[in-house]
């Protein structure tokens, strides 16, 4: 595992293996920092990262806090502030799972 800025230079070499190569990428960007901000469109189109992109976007963290609370019920779950203070509480089901096909075109790239 490695953890480093999400800033690094960095480089890679072909997985020339027979063992699959899995990358996660977890990034964190403060809100202040994309509101109203035009990406990059790296991944998607450009596209100005407004309230309803940034909800939108962010709405997998409570996902999978759910999905979480599903598989270690006797956990005390955390309690993401933007959930605690709305009416609409994230769900896991596997609807939802499915719904998340190409949720990486959302990404903050700036």
């Not at 790296?42 to 999905?67: C, P, Q, Y």
């Amino acid at each position: 595992m490695v953890i480093n800025n999400r800033q690094l230079v960095h480089g890679s070499f072909a997985n020339t293996g027979f063992e699959t190569r899995v990358t996660v990428n977890f990034g964190f960007h403060r809100r202040s920092a994309v509101l109203n901000v035009h990406g990059a469109g790296i991944h998607a189109e450009a596209v100005t990262f407004d309230n309803d992109f940034i909800k939108n976007r962010s709405r997998l963290i409570g996902m999978a806090i759910e999905a979480r609370k599903q598989r270690f019920p006797e956990e005390t779950a955390y309690g993401y502030a933007p959930d605690r203070e709305t009416d609409e509480q994230p769900r896991w089901n596997d609807a939802i799972f499915a719904s998340l096909k190409n949720y990486n075109l959302m990404d903050l790239s700036i």
